[in-house]
């Protein structure tokens, strides 16, 4: 019996040294504290370029954006004008016709007085048909003849009695009633549209060279009055002054 509480004794105190031996096996392993990466602190060499890269990389589509506004205000040439404007197709047509598109939208500057379509649809019919088809003749000296060299505005306009033309003629000024004509009968109706090379006043005739006048164009429109057949009052006046062959 004495024997038997020894061994039950034995048992329990090497129980409770197996016990003890294993709780002292096992040391908490120690985990591992965080370390920061160092982190390179930008010099002043680094900064700079990537600063200046940065400013060019948004400069450069602002000044696109700043040419092409530029561009859109700036007004056109005398021909370009004309050629949006949509009243001046017969006149575009006869600058064309007489090579003078080059020249009006050349550095002049140039004042046009610009007659609108329905200026030279008051010629007596056919006439611009005749002086298209000669476009190096009278064409060219009428187109020369509504140029003036040099910026005339409004205001200059109102100031002179004549200005000399391209073509080498006067053109004469008054002004009556508030209205600016020209060689007596052509009233300026709009001023100063302001072209990149110059300006346009538009008119409401075609203006004649006074050495044409007489001496050119009255029997090329003699010509045309007796073709159309419409005209024999002024066929019978022309033939009467001698400036038709009937």
Not at 31 to 51: D, F, L, R
Request: glycine share 6%; with cysteine.
């Amino acid at each position: 019996m004495f024997w038997q509480k020894n061994l039950r004794g034995l048992v329990l105190a090497l129980i409770l040294v197996l016990i003890l031996a294993a709780c002292g096996g096992e040391e908490a392993t120690p985990e591992p504290e965080p370390t920061e990466a160092p982190v390179a602190e930008p010099t002043e060499e680094m900064e700079e370029p990537m600063a200046e890269e940065a400013m060019e990389e948004t400069a450069e589509p602002e000044e696109m954006m700043d040419e092409e506004a530029m561009a859109d205000e700036l007004p056109g040439t005398i021909v370009e004008i004309a050629v949006a404007d949509g009243r001046f197709e017969t006149l575009v047509a006869a600058v064309t016709a007489a090579d003078l598109a080059d020249t009006l939208s050349s550095e002049g500057p140039f004042t046009v007085f610009a007659p609108t379509d329905d200026a030279f649809a008051a010629l007596p019919e056919g006439t611009v048909e005749a002086l298209l088809e000669d476009p190096a003749g009278d064409l060219t000296q009428i187109l020369l003849y509504h140029v003036v060299e040099g910026v005339v505005d409004a205001a200059a306009v109102t100031g002179l009695e004549s200005a000399m033309t391209v073509q080498g003629e006067e053109i004469t000024i008054a002004v009556e009633d508030g209205a600016v004509i020209l060689n007596g009968t052509t009233e300026v109706i709009i001023t100063d549209i302001v072209a990149s090379n110059g300006i346009i006043h538009v008119i409401d005739s075609v203006l004649l060279p006074p050495s044409m006048t007489a001496e050119e164009m009255l029997p090329s429109i003699a010509e045309i009055a007796v073709a159309d057949g419409n005209f024999t009052t002024l066929v019978a006046a022309l033939d009467a002054a001698g400036l038709v062959e009937t």
